[in-house]
């Protein structure tokens, strides 16, 4: 019973954008490093086309995240210009065993980006304001697919006290 | 036990932005229809400081929406410089009876928003439009309360082949 309550309570953060550019750049900037790097955060470590590596990330106090942080995350699984998704390993206790899940489709000259950050336990400030970054980040992604240069961390678009 | 169902399904867009200005600027910006059409839609009708009243929102074709669209939301509540919420009246279907609510805190020098978009029945692909959508218009509001200018439609930051 309270299982299935935790269950039903969980919730996504949920993001479309679309970059004027073939679906395969998208693709490209979540599974090589070189690509994380140019839209995320530009301290980006390991290996993000190959399914089970841990990719590390970092944030400096004053970019995305208010205090220096770690996220590492594990690559689930990629289906070649389709589909990308990660588990969180490390980074904020709200994030550890959410997923981040990246779905791709061609519509006309658009590469549509669908991205979910899934199984979050409270709806609460904290998620609000990972919603709203991770949109600022939707942005940075489609950037660098159209133009090849993103605002990832630490020159990402600040939204907040929280940055 | 289907009318429990759906309440279960039930998901909310939430988002968190900080201005760097007095709240009662935000809260003005909220109440005022200088203000919404000065962050959300340059098409704007009514008085959005009195409860129960009807504000109309225009959208041009390729602005915030793909098709040309009226909004038409009811005031359901303001609290100075604190608390509004919006119920949505007329508008694409998914957001008949939905909830537009914004609540508004001072943190140092920033005016903190916490925007909830509550109720939507389908976790969808327009959802996650919406989303993207709202965070790029509060960011708009952010700007407006800071600077004095936004971003509202039609001038609006363009996000997908969806506008």
Redesign the interface.
């Known amino acids: 019973m309270n299982e299935q309550k935790e269950k039903?309570e969980m919730?996504?953060?949920?993001?479309?954008?679309?970059a004027v550019a073939p679906r395969e750049k998208v693709y490209d900037a979540l599974t090589t490093i070189e690509g994380v790097a140019g839209w995320w955060s530009k301290d980006a470590e390991g290996d993000p086309g190959t399914v089970g590596e841990m990719i590390r990330f970092g944030f400096e106090p004053g970019s995305a995240v208010a205090a220096d942080a770690t996220f590492r995350i594990k690559v689930l699984e990629t289906k070649r210009d389709e589909l990308v998704r990660w588990e969180v390993v490390e980074g904020p206790p709200e994030w550890i065993g959410t997923e981040l899940r990246f779905d791709i489709a061609q519509?006309?000259e658009?590469a549509?980006v669908?991205?979910?950050h899934l199984g979050w336990k409270e709806?609460g400030?904290f998620?609000?304001?990972c919603?709203?970054k991770w949109?600022?980040f939707?942005?940075s992604l489609?950037q660098l697919a159209e133009t090849g240069t993103g605002a990832p961390a630490p020159v990402d678009?600040q939204?907040?006290?929280?940055h």
């Open positions: 039903n919730v996504d953060i949920l993001h479309r954008v679309g519509e006309d658009y549509i669908r991205f979910g709806p400030a998620m609000a304001h919603s709203t949109a600022i939707m942005m489609k678009v939204i907040s006290n929280w």
